[in-house]
């Protein structure tokens, strides 16, 4: 069964999280946002934190920021550009001295530009990012992962706002619309964690593959960060009455990442919707399909040129 009720919500408390000591975790773009607060939570509670990020001083910024938090965190830095298969291709062999790790959590993501672009692959660059580069690095990092360790993907709403094309993931029809597209990156990410936890099932693998998404997050709410959070502006909060911090928005993607009671294709985010504790969730029913898993999967395969290898 892929969801259940969540009986025990409330006896989840996100900030005193089971201890993590021993446990290393890559974060893709850890440096900033709820990346950042994912991985300063984790570390935290003692886990070893690798930031996978584009930008290898921000990473360290964020490595020092994590560590006035947490003053004996164990922090690596990989470089990774989602949107490059060369990227992705590096990354996943330097993330092989960090083996085994215990989880790969694929938060980094673009919102794009205004306008179609294509990456270096002549990839759609939103659907490319959000999606096929994670689909990627977990194929080539699949076996540097513990043999019970988890894979967490990062949701979002936008899925209940943008009605599924899955013959245009990559918007090469019709009028480009960036919010639609980043919609569609979305709704294929959530197809891959989905149809992932479907093919390590039937492989009889340990590892799984889970979903969470952040609601409503927004840095004005967040708790300070020098160097991660700054050049807030008091207009700022307008947009932001409904929203939560993006130190709560960690919150149903760390649970997912580390709740001992969490299972393979759950899928997590705040009770409220946009706000308040992590419980289990519902996707959209065209995102969790079966079908649509499989076209993915297709489609990411030819995009990327890669295939997973499951065998044990």
Do not use: C
């Not at 850890?30 to 607060?37: D, L, R």
């Not at 584009?54 to 830095?77: F, L, Q, T, Y």
């Not at 790790?101 to 990456?119: K, M, Q």
Request: glycine content about 10%; hydrophobic content about 40%; charged content about 20%.
């Amino acid at each position: 069964m892929m969801w259940r009720p969540d009986v025990d919500s409330n006896s989840w408390d996100p900030t005193h999280l089971p201890h993590q000591r021993g446990k290393t975790f890559v974060v893709t773009g850890g440096n900033s946002g709820v990346g950042y607060f994912i991985s300063e939570q984790l570390a935290v509670a003692g886990a070893r934190i690798v930031l996978a990020s584009r930008s290898p001083h921000k990473a360290d910024v964020a490595a020092r920021s994590i560590r006035a938090h947490a003053s004996e965190a164990e922090i690596g830095i990989v470089r990774l550009d989602l949107s490059s298969l060369t990227s992705i291709h590096s990354a996943a062999e330097e993330l092989r001295r960090f083996a085994p790790f215990d989880g790969l959590i694929h938060n980094a993501g673009v919102s794009g530009p205004r306008e179609r672009e294509v990456t270096q692959d002549g990839l759609e660059l939103i659907t490319a990012t959000n999606a096929f580069g994670p689909f990627a690095l977990t194929a080539l990092s699949l076996h540097s992962l513990s043999p019970q360790g988890r894979i967490v993907s990062l949701g979002s709403m936008s899925t209940r706002l943008v009605r599924l094309d899955p013959s245009n993931l990559q918007s090469d029809r019709g009028r480009y619309r960036p919010f639609r597209a980043y919609g569609y990156s979305k709704h294929a990410l959530h197809a891959f964690a989905f149809e992932l936890q479907r093919r390590l099932s039937a492989a009889g693998s340990g590892i799984e593959s889970l979903l969470a998404h952040p609601g409503s997050a927004v840095d004005v709410k967040s708790e300070r960060r020098p160097g991660i959070n700054d050049g807030r502006k008091p207009s700022d909060y307008l947009s932001a009455i409904m929203a939560q911090g993006k130190d709560r928005g960690a919150w149903p993607v760390v649970r997912a990442a580390v709740d001992p009671d969490a299972k393979g294709g759950q899928f997590y985010g705040p009770h409220r919707g946009i706000t308040g504790r992590p419980v289990l969730v519902q996707p959209v029913a065209a995102s969790a399909s079966e079908e649509f898993g499989q076209d993915f999967w297709r489609q990411a395969e030819a995009a990327t040129g890669i295939t997973f290898d499951l065998g044990q």
